[in-house]
């Protein structure tokens, strides 16, 4: 946090406890900055990310470009550091009794955690490679919850809101895969289904049964 006496300005008296209240909830990855528009230099600043100190030019231009309908507020806006950081800030206008501006708060917010945290959990969370058949092809039970799996993902509809239709397909999607020629199969099936084995029984039957057009000589 930045040195200086508080008392030198009474700006700087009047903001600095949230300032220092912005900067110690998200330290040390946020930096705070009170600037004074009319000098446009900088009145104080805590968790300096750079080497910018109190009375150094505070470079306000870049919020010319802003949306002027903010009402006073600007951001979340992205910066970037020399080092390559990158910053997600959000700019507020203080304004005194008079309803002049008195001074700028800045505040820039490292996201340099939330990627390296965002890049973990993407690592964890995807397969990077496919998985290797000759260790899967006699797990029936495996292939049966990624058949049934695979189609809930494609229709998004939760098996217990499964159609006729639905369950229709997906037998047949698990017949092709030859799940069936296993004899403990068709309890499995029913209970990832939610159904009963008669009722895969009898969907099993009118999957298998010819119809009337492949009937006809």
């Not at 970037?80 to 800045?106: F, Q």
């Amino acid at each position: 946090m930045g040195n200086v006496e508080e008392g030198r300005d009474p700006r700087v008296r009047m903001w600095a406890p949230v300032c220092r209240a912005v900067a110690l909830l998200l330290g040390p990855y946020a930096e705070v900055v009170l600037h004074d528009p009319e000098t446009d230099r900088v009145l104080e600043i805590w968790n300096p990310m750079t080497s910018r100190r109190p009375g150094d030019p505070s470079l306000l231009g870049e919020l010319d470009e802003l949306d002027p309908s903010a009402q006073d507020v600007y951001g979340p806006y992205e910066k970037l550091l020399a080092d390559g950081r990158r910053l997600s800030s959000v700019s507020a206008v203080l304004r005194d009794a008079r309803d002049e501006p008195s001074a700028v708060l800045c505040i820039n917010l490292d996201r340099t955690p939330l990627e390296q945290a965002a890049a973990v959990l993407s690592a964890f969370g995807a397969p990077t490679v496919k998985s290797p058949e000759p260790l899967f092809e006699q797990d029936w039970s495996e292939r049966i919850q990624h058949v049934i799996g695979t189609y809930v993902r494609e229709m998004g509809r939760p098996v217990e809101r499964m159609t006729r239709q639905d369950r229709l397909a997906v037998l047949g999607r698990l017949d092709e895969a030859r799940v069936f020629a296993v004899r403990r199969a068709t309890p499995a099936v029913a209970g990832a289904l939610r159904v009963s084995r008669s009722t895969v029984y009898g969907l099993l039957a009118e999957l298998r049964a010819p119809s009337a057009k492949d009937r006809q000589p």
